[in-house]
Every structure is written in structure tokens, then in C-alpha cells.
């Protein structure tokens, strides 16, 4: 039933109609836990808030389906006033971007020319910038863009899914870039050719991939909620004298608030990850997909309107 669940979400997510009718109407059914807001503003206050208690941020203007050079542009253009408002608040945050958003649907030459406007830009502003892994037809490329400019720029990092079969080879392959890499467990529907159809492999995947970047001497984003993946980096840090500098955890906005805040308590980095915009449906769906729990507080926002 959880499986039929998760399926049906992941399903909607990817429906180009729902995505443009919710743009229209704006963030509802409460996605609002999830989402920071529609405007930088209401983001910018939002990170101040998450700031004050200790927790660092990665922003994430949110966006999916863009298939015309305008909206690519459009969308560079949000980041980069992303970028300006770090350094105007002077926030602890990084930003987040999704190839997609950028025009890798389009063209290699246009994501390139908006990566290098938004890290030309991030430079100034001393901004980390992680490329978002989405499906896995777009891993190679994603990967091939992440590797050429990482060449150019040192503020950028990618993201690597333990749920597929291919990763342990993209962290030995990817180890000469010394690249700092957030590793997450995949959200997308994928099939069992390319990734691991059952849980407990892809959480045994998740340990040993964190084990293999961390030992290879690079940074580490541990991006999860699940406490048993959180005790494992603990444990392996202690036991390998890794620094504290050397990794962080990373959790998303409006998901287990109380855990982060512990995790800075006991003097661990945390991020949040923070997405804003109006382009809320297809990220919001992925989210009811991994905890079909959360959809009866959805329905509970459905019926208080
Ligand atoms: P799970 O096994 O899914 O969950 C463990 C426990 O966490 C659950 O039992 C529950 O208690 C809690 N939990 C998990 N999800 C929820 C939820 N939605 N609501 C409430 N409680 C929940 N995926 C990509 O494919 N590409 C990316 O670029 C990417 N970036 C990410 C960035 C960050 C900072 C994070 C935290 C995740 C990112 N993900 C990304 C999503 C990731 O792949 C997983 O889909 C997601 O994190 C759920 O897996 P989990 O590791 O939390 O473990």
C-alpha cells in the first residue's frame, strides 16, 4: 500500500498541468511546511530565523519543466538576486539549483553560460552552490557539466543518490576533483535496471558511499532524516578522527525542526535546505511520496479551507 503511495506521488509530481495550475494559484494544501514562502523576501526572513538558531542554510529558488531559453534565463536571473540577498543580509547560506532549471533540457551552452553568471556572481558573494541531482537521465550529464566547472570554480558542488547502482564508481571516479558532495538517498521513480529497489540496500549503499568520500579525505554533506544513517557518520567520524570541518548534516525545511536543532546542540553543522517560489507542486509531491504520513496533514489543509 506505502509502495502504491509513494508510486502515485512520485506519478503527480511529474505532471506538467497540475505544475502550471499551481503556480496559478499559489502555495496550498500546506505546502507551506515545506516551502519557505513564494518571494525572496519571505525566504530571506525565514533564513534569519533558522540563522538565529545555529542552523546554516542552502536556498533554493524551485523550479522544474523549464523547456524555453527565456525561462532558463529567468531562472538564473532568480538565483543570482538569491546570491545578492546572502550577501546584502549577510546570511549563513548557500544556494541550491537544479540543472533542469537551468536549461540542460535545452542545451549544454546554455546551462553553462547561466552556471557561470550564477558562480561568477557566488564568488563575489563568498556563496557555496550545489548542483541538485534529479533523475537518472540526467545524472551523466549532470555529473559531465559539475566536472568541467569545477574545473573553473572552487565554490561548486554536486550531489550523488545512494539508490543507485552506479554511485560507488561516480565517488571513486569524481575523488580526483576532491569535490565537496552532498550524499542523499535518490528521490525519483526509478527503475530496477539503475537503482536498488529495496530499502535496505540502498541505506547499506548510503553508509558505505559516506564511508568511501569521507575516507578519501573529502567534505561530506550527509543529507537524511533517518536517525540510524545519522548514528552511522557519528560513529564513523569518531572512529577515524575525522574533524567536525570535514563533514555536515543536512535536513529539509519543515522536517524534523526539533532534530536539526539538537544536532547543532551537540556541535554539529546543519543545514537546512530552504526552497522558495512559486514553482512549489513538483518538489512538494516528492515529499508527500517519501512519507505518505504526511498526506493526511495535507488533507487536514484541504478541509480548513
Ligand atoms: P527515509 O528513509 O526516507 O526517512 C527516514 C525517516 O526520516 C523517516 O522514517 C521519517 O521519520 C523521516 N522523514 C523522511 N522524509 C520525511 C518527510 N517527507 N516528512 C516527514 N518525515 C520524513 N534527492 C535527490 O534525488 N536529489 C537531490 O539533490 C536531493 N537533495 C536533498 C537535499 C537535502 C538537504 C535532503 C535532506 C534531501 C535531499 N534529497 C535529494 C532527498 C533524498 O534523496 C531523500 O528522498 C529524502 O531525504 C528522504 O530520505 P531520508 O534519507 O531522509 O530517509
Redesign the pocket.
Known sequence: MEQLMRDFFLFLSKNKTLTKLAKRYGLRFGASR?VAGETIERAVEVIKELNRKGLAV?IDYLGEFVDNEQEANEMANHSIEAIRAIGANQLNSQL?LKMTSMGLDISDELVMKNMRRILDEAKIHGVFVTI???DYSRCQKTIDIFKQLKKEYDNVGT?L?AYLYRTEKDIEDLNAYHPNL?L?????KESSEVAFPD?KDV?EN?KKIIKMHLLNGNYT?V?????A?IEYTKQLVKEHNIPNNQFEF???YG??PERQEQLVREGYTM???VPYGTDWYGYFM???A??P??VAFVLKGIFKK
Open positions: 515545506f542552502t541550491s541538485d541531482m534529479e550531489v543518490q552532498r542523499v538517498k535518490g528521490a525519483y530499502k541505506d548510503f554533506a543529507a537524511t532524516h533517518d536517525d544513517i543536512q535536513m529539509l522536517i524534523r543545514r537546512v535546505y516528492r515529499r508527500l517519501e512519507r504520513a504526511n
